[in-house]
């Protein structure tokens, strides 16, 4: 069965740091472009970081040097730090392949001040 199941998310300060991880089952990481995206109440989902399958790393402009994206054979994740309230949001993993287009069902991220 194809699946990614998120975690790591919760309530932290403003300052703070956060690790989401994202469990991929029936997927191969290595032959997808592996993402999160996020979304906001009222929002649009948005994307924040992407590996593509050659390693290369794209982060969007407003987590670039806050937010790191990695992997491993089996989990996708997203270091979080320097946490915003504008950070705030659903956070997404996705796995998008030549013929595949998978999603998780998300983790709350909620930043207080």
């Known amino acids: 069965q194809v699946q990614l199941v998120e975690s790591g998310g919760g309530l932290v300060q403003t300052g703070g740091s956060l690790r989401l991880s994202c469990a991929a089952s029936g997927i191969r990481m290595s032959i997808h472009i592996m993402s999160w995206y996020r979304q906001a109440p009222g929002k649009q989902r948005e994307l924040v970081a992407f590996i593509r399958t050659d390693g290369s790393i794209r982060y969007s402009d407003y987590v670039k040097g806050r937010f790191a994206i990695s992997r491993d054979n089996a989990k996708l994740y997203l270091e979080m730090n320097s946490l915003k309230s504008e950070d705030t949001a659903v956070y997404y993993c996705?796995?998008?392949?030549?013929?595949?287009?998978?999603w998780g069902q998300g983790t709350q991220v909620t930043v207080s001040s």
């Open positions: 996705n796995a998008k392949g030549l013929r595949s287009d998978v």
